[in-house]
Each structure stands twice: as C-alpha cells, then as structure tokens.
C-alpha cells in the first residue's frame, strides 16, 4: 500500500448524516490536540498493541533518515490505553492529512474509564504500508529515533512526550517506557 494515505481514507466511511463520530487517540493525539472536539475521555481498545513500529518521513525523519512513530498491531489480550474525542466529521478532513504516511481509519470499540462503550474510528498503519519499519530491539528503535529529524521536531520529542501522557493517563506502557529508558541512558553516556 502506499504511504499517502489520504485518498484512501476519504473513500473507508460514510458520515452523511452523522454529527459526531467517537476517535481513538494512542499515540501524538493524545498530546498534540490540533483540533476541535466536543468530547474528551480516557479510554482503552483490546486486541491491539502501541508499537514503535511505523516508519516517519514527513513528520519526525526525512526519506533519508526516517524517524519512528507508533502504529497499533494486533495481538489477542492486550489493551491499549489512550485518549477518544468525540468529533465533528470533518476534523477527520484535518487528521487525514496530518497523518498521511501510511495510516488509515478503522472501527473499533471503546471502552471508557467512567464506564460504558461506544463504537468509533482509529487511525492504524498496518504492515502492507511502505513506510512500516516493523520490530526491533529497544535499544535500536532508541538509536533511531535519537537521530531523527523531521518537519515537526525531533523524533526525541514524539517519544519523550507520548512517554509523559502515558505515565499522566496512568498507562504501564512497557514498550514505549523499554524505548524511553533506552534512549536516556543512550543520551546519558554520550555526555
Ligand atoms: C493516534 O494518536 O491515535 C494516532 C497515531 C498515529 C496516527 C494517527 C493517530
């Protein structure tokens, strides 16, 4: 598939007639709210993992030196904390655009922490895009992303600051934390 995403995801859902529509924020939506919403709730999705497995040319690397950002995959039994916003349609005119590089809309079902569900969209990278990267070991996801540059800012920066609203949203995030204490302790030898 490829990474510009954004023809492709104005053909994935219908929204005529439809006000608002529930999203599931995992990874920079959770801190970098660049939109308008009606709602906000901390929530969680099952059945998929946050991992620093998609490749970023246009955002946090270049296509000389892409960076690392997540994408979900799945994996029975796992939960995956997040954000969901409750949104006008069109914002999604706005995020698919910002997030281009290989993500596309998926339902899904939410659960939120003050109780109940709902039925609503996540943007996923799957592993037919071009620019998924897939596994590596934490220390050489830190690398990466320590080396990494793009449009909107260091590639340290997606990760230290997702790192934060993962600890403030109260989410045992081991993946990002193994990439997180990799990356300090990387930075730390350096000086
Ligand atoms: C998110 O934070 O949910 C998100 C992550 C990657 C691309 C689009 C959205």
């Not at 079902?109 to 990278?125: C, K, P, S, W």
Request: net charge negative; hydrophobic share 35%.
């Amino acid at each position: 598939m490829a990474a510009n995403t954004i023809d492709h995801n104005r053909t994935r859902q219908n929204f005529e007639g439809i006000d608002s529509v529930w999203l599931f924020g995992y990874g920079s939506l959770i801190y970098k709210v660049d939109f308008p919403f009606l709602e906000q709730k901390p929530a969680t999705i099952r059945g998929w993992a946050r991992r620093f497995w998609q490749g970023s040319h246009d955002h946090r690397g270049t296509p000389e030196a892409p960076g690392r950002v997540v994408t979900l995959i799945e994996q029975p039994g796992a939960v995956c904390k997040g954000m969901a916003f409750r949104v006008a349609p069109s914002v999604f005119e706005h995020l698919d655009v910002r997030e281009k590089n290989g993500y596309l809309r998926f339902s899904t079902t939410m659960t939120f922490d003050d109780g109940g569900q709902a039925e609503g969209l996540v943007y996923i990278a799957t592993e037919d895009n071009e620019a998924f990267l897939g596994e590596a070991p934490p220390a050489d996801i830190a690398r990466q992303i320590a080396q990494a540059l793009g449009p909107s800012g260091p590639n340290t920066d997606y990760l230290l600051r997702l790192a934060e609203s993962l600890r403030e949203l109260g989410d045992q995030c081991d993946h990002t934390f193994a990439i997180e204490s990799c990356l300090k302790e990387q930075l730390s030898s350096e000086r």
